[in-house]
T-cell receptor, first 114, second 115 residues
Framework: AQSVSQHNHHVILSEAASLELGCNYS??????LFWYVQYPGQHLQLLLK??????LVKGIKGFEAEFIKSKFSFNLRKPSVQWSDTAEYFC????????????FGQGTTLQVKP | NAGVMQNPRHLVRRRGQEARLRCSPM?????VYWYRQLPEEGLKFMVY????????ESGMPKERFSAEFPKEGPSILRIQQVVRGDSAAYFC?????????????FGPGTRLLVL
C-alpha cells in the first residue's frame, strides 16, 4: 500500500533561517508529488507539484522541492523563512495508475518566530 | 471564479444523529474528492466522484457513510448515526480532469463535532 512519511511533526525556526522539510513515500510505480500548505484559518493551497522533467521544482513564495527517485523523497526547502510562512505543510502523492486520489503525510507544523 | 465551497463550516451533532456535508466544486470541475482529517493526523482519502457516479470509494467506512454527486447541485457526504469517533475535519477537493497529475483544489472544510 502507498504511504507518505513526513519526518518532522513540529519545526520552530527564527526568521531568515533555512528550511528543509522531509518527505518520503512508499510506492514502487510512477508517482506525482505535491506539497500543500494550510495557513492558520485557511484551506489547503498548492505550493508546488512534480509530474515529470526537472526533478527540482519551484513553487510559490520562494519554496522549492527536489524529487530524488532513488531515495523516494520529495523534500521541501526554502532558503530564508518569514514569519508569514507559519503554517502546516503536507506532502502528498498520487500513483499514476490510480484514480488520482492523494495520499497525504501526517503534516508538519512550522512555527517561525519573528 | 469562486473556489471550492463547503457548508456548513462547523457542524455539531449528538450521537445517533445524521450529518450532511455539502461541497460545491469550482466552476467547470466535474470531479470531486472527499478527505477526512482526524485530530493530529494527515488527510485520508475517502471517496472520488464524478457527476452521478462513484468512481473510487476505497477509503469510505463500510457502514453509515455515503456520498453522492448528483447531476445538479453539490456533492453530499452523509454520515448516519454519528459517533464520537466521526469528529473530524472533512475536506472536499475538485479538479477539472480525472486524477493523475491534475491539481486538486480544496475547500475550507467542515469541522464536525459529535457530542
Amino acid at each position: 500500500a502507498q504511504s507518505v512519511s513526513q519526518h518532522n511533526h513540529h519545526v520552530i525556526l527564527s526568521e531568515a533561517a533555512s528550511l528543509e522539510l522531509g518527505c518520503n513515500y512508499s510506492y514502487g510505480g510512477t508517482v506525482n508529488l505535491f506539497w500543500y500548505v494550510q495557513y492558520p484559518g485557511q484551506h489547503l493551497q498548492l505550493l508546488l507539484k512534480y509530474f515529470s522533467g526537472d526533478p527540482l521544482v519551484k513553487g510559490i513564495k520562494g519554496f522549492e522541492a527536489e524529487f530524488i527517485k532513488s531515495k523516494f523523497s520529495f523534500n521541501l526547502r526554502k532558503p530564508s523563512v518569514q514569519w508569514s510562512d507559519t503554517a502546516e505543510y503536507f506532502c502528498a502523492v498520487n500513483a499514476r495508475s490510480n484514480t488520482g486520489k492523494l495520499i497525504f503525510g501526517q503534516g508538519t507544523t512550522l512555527q517561525v518566530k519573528p | 471564479n469562486a473556489g471550492v465551497m463547503q457548508n456548513p463550516r462547523h457542524l455539531v451533532r449528538r450521537r445517533g444523529q445524521e450529518a450532511r456535508l455539502r461541497c460545491s466544486p469550482m466552476k467547470g470541475h466535474s470531479h470531486v474528492y472527499w478527505y477526512r482529517q482526524l485530530p493530529e493526523e494527515g488527510l485520508k482519502f475517502m471517496v472520488y466522484l464524478q457527476k452521478e457516479n462513484i468512481i473510487d470509494e476505497s477509503g469510505m467506512p463500510k457502514e453509515r457513510f455515503s456520498a453522492e454527486f448528483p447531476k445538479e447541485g453539490p456533492s453530499i457526504l452523509r454520515i448516519q448515526q454519528v459517533v464520537r469517533g466521526d469528529s473530524a475535519a472533512y475536506f472536499c477537493a475538485s479538479s477539472p480532469n480525472p486524477g493523475q497529475g491534475e491539481t486538486q483544489y480544496f475547500g475550507p472544510g467542515t469541522r464536525l463535532l459529535v457530542l
